[in-house]
């Protein structure tokens, strides 16, 4: 009892960042209001076309950018919402079929958003005779912008907050009570965004291979998302699971699995 007591004292005395006041909307046009998760998604967008029409030029590619960016697009809105649906709050969705489509209400995956991507990559691959391992490597290093957007809308939007800690910078969520919390958002956009590119970068500039960008990107993706989930909060509705492992990362664990598999499928049946 007094331990707990102890613990709890300092977390009251604990003089947290306060969280910054940034409106989810960005700015009104009249009747219409244009979000920051919207901007992120259209700066997610363009940087990455930007970039892959760079990087085409380096793999020595030709593949319509405009048209595996547009179904690239599809296929994470696709996967991305069943992803969520499937693997976060299927219960729900089974007695509410509906709201599958109400994708304004939020609820997105990550895992389930790449897997559409990936499907969508190899299908544009296939139609443009391009090799499937330059298409997913092409794939891999222009969605990390889109990952820094998205975890800074996240962080803007004060959602997916990480759990309580006593961290120097641990901030107050508004919707988090009134401990303070890690702002896991930055931590997963610097390590899996800004991170993640600058590690790619130096692959593709120096090091680069046929495959070796996609399988970097999947390993590392997954491993940076395992450790960070440490720090996040888990989903209301599904809590920790067995080990106390959240459903984040029992996914990165299937990732890194595909990745291994991945690994020996294309050497052993020599896929390009």
Same mark, same amino acid.
């Given at each position: 009892m007094v331990k707990k007591k102890s613990l709890l004292n300092r977390f009251?005395?604990?003089?947290a960042i306060a969280f910054p006041t940034i409106s989810p909307?960005?700015?009104?046009?009249?009747?219409?209001?244009?979000?920051w998760y919207g901007i992120?998604?259209?700066?997610?967008?363009?940087?990455?076309?930007?970039?892959?029409?760079?990087?085409?030029?380096?793999?020595?590619?030709?593949?319509?950018?405009?048209?595996?960016i547009s179904n690239v697009i599809l296929g994470v809105i696709i996967g991305g919402r069943l992803g969520y649906v499937l693997f976060y709050d299927v219960s729900? =969705?089974?007695?509410?079929?509906?709201?599958i489509f109400a994708v304004w209400k939020g609820g997105m995956s990550f895992?389930?958003? @790449? +897997?559409?991507?990936?499907?969508?990559?190899?299908?544009?691959?296939?139609?443009?005779?391009?090799?499937?391992?330059?298409?997913v490597d092409l794939l891999a290093f222009c969605v990390t912008p889109g990952l820094f957007f998205g975890r800074i809308a996240n962080f803007i939007n004060g959602e997916l907050y990480?759990?309580?800690?006593?961290?120097?910078?641990a901030m107050v969520f508004p919707g988090g009570g009134t401990m303070p919390r890690?702002?896991?958002?930055?931590?997963?956009?610097?390590?899996?965004g800004l991170g993640l590119l600058l590690f790619l970068w130096v692959i593709l500039r120096w090091f680069y291979k046929p495959g070796r960008l996609f399988l970097c990107f999947v390993m590392? =993706?997954?491993?940076?998302?395992?450790?960070?989930?440490?720090?996040?909060?888990?989903?209301?509705?599904?809590?920790?699971? @067995? +080990?106390q492992l959240s459903m984040g990362q029992y996914l990165s664990l299937i990732m890194i699995l595909f990745g291994m598999v991945w690994a020996y499928a294309t050497s052993r049946f020599n896929i390009s």
């Open positions: 009251i005395q604990l003089p909307v960005a700015l009104s046009l009249g009747p219409f209001n244009i979000h992120s998604y259209c700066m997610a967008i363009g940087v990455g076309y930007v970039m892959a029409n760079a990087s085409v030029k380096k793999m020595s590619i030709n593949i319509s950018v405009s048209d595996l729900y =969705y089974m007695g509410q079929p509906w709201d895992h389930g958003g @790449a +897997l559409g991507a990936f499907i969508a990559t190899i299908l544009t691959c296939n139609r443009f005779k391009v090799p499937i391992k330059q298409g990480g759990r309580v800690s006593l961290v120097p910078w890690h702002p896991s958002q930055l931590y997963e956009a610097l390590l899996e590392g =993706y997954a491993m940076v998302r395992f450790f960070v989930e440490f720090t996040r909060e888990p989903d209301t509705q599904l809590g920790l699971l @067995a +080990l």
